[in-house]
């Protein structure tokens, strides 16, 4: 009597419910797929319940109704069921070949244009009646014209940062080794550039999903690679490269940041300590700016802290006319300074974003600005501030400081012109050496100094000034 209840209960329950039209594979409901996200609300409530094989293989009651579509163009579908109780299986034809079969959502790769799709979306017995969650979205991926090395688009490189807009959503997925040398499936777009001048190249994705890799050539060798970023360095003028963009088959359906800018930094004529730039700082702050910093090699090197880290630098030289102090300011811990006294030598001093060098003998200096590779590219604060404390030409008598020294560089003899009378001159070398005094403004002889680079003082009315000259 109990089974006749219940049988009784579900004919009646089926009859309260209208069998859905797309019960069955042959009245399929068409759908239209297109590159914008299509929901479709489907009801299993009242669906034929068929003893069949899942996508895990096993045979379970399930409840099915199905949905057919055209594909638009070449390229990939992605369907969303939301949850585990929406079984997605796709065929190409009923009682035809399984092209995938998953849980909760589906992906359809390398679909031709104008292949029909039918949709199969079922639920087994437990959840088939449950009016939660019945929608799937669905949405197709055109493949990009640049899906491979060989049609791989060109972007024009200046000074100024670009930035490009990609899909890969349609994009063919190939097991390869990544950045990180982890073999996955990867999709793919490809790019090309000619290098405008000698120097490096910054690709910014903006999130870790964006991969790039740069080569030389299509089938090539592969020169650079990161992840989220990527700095390649010295690249030659005039010469063609590719770049491949890439995301993980996890992430290549994600709409967001797809999108990365790149930006081509000349070659720094500061690159190195024997190239500084002289600067002349006095006591008024005098802004410095590094904007090239970028298009400096990378360094394995020590840092303040004596941390061995990848840095970009540039050098500045300065003189010290006497002793005193050097201040230096800027906008962000991410901007390092070191001072020698020689290329060869040991830095004295070095601290970040803020700081001094104090109590400077005379001599000449040599200034390491520097950015560990992961700020180097950063628009941010690239400049500083610097100053001296130490008497200098802007700060000396204006009349004194008009005075010439001819000739210079000088071989034999140095004179002395100056609106002031000159009461006696100094000659010292870069070290604060005293050399030579003397009251002679005229045919001062100097033949018995070495080849090089000394500081002349002139003396008058208790006040000095200082100038660099060079001996031939």
Known sequence: MKHLYILFFLTITNLAFAQPVNDNCSNAEPITVSSEVTTVNFNTTNASLNNEIGCDGNVTTYADVWYS???????????????????????????????????????????????????????????????????????????PTNDTCDNSINIPLGILQTQVPFEIGGSVANSGKGCSNTTLDYADV???????????????????????ELYD???????????????????????????????????????????????????TINDSCNDAIPLNPTETLTAVTTPFIGGSSIENTTGCTNDVKDYLDIWYSFTMLEEGNINITSGTVWNLFELYNDCNGSPISCFSQNGAFNTLPIGTY???????????????????????TAKTLSTDSIQLDSASIFPNPALDYLSVQSPLKIEEIEILDLNGKLLLSTKLTKNIPISFLQKGSYIIKLFSNDIYTSKLWVKK
């Open 190 to 212: 490809w790019y090309d550039f000619t290098m405008p001048f000698d120097g490096n190249l910054f690709l910014d994705g903006n999130t870790i999903w964006n991969k790039f």
């Open 69 to 143: 579509f055209t594909m638009p163009f070449d390229g990939n579908v992605v369907i969303d069921g939301s949850l585990f109780w929406n079984n997605i299986g796709a065929t190409n034809a009923c009682n035809g070949n399984l092209l995938a079969c998953g849980s909760a959502e589906l992906t359809l790769t390398n679909i031709s244009a104008n292949t029909n799709v039918l949709i199969r979306i079922f639920r087994n017995f437990t959840y088939y009646q449950n009016p939660q969650f019945q929608s799937f979205s669905i949405q197709a991926f055109e493949t």
């Open 366 to 388: 040599y200034l390491r600005v520097f950015r560990e590779l992961a700020f180097a590219t950063s628009p941010v604060s690239k400049d500083f501030n610097i100053s001296s």
């Open 217 to 267: 050539a299509c089938s090539g060798t592969s020169l650079f690679c990161g992840e989220d970023s990527l700095l390649a360095v010295g690249l030659t003028d005039n010469t063609d490269y590719k770049i491949r963009v890439y995301r993980s088959v996890e992430d290549m359906f994600t709409p967001t940041f797809l999108n990365f800018n790149i930006l081509a930094y000349q070659a």
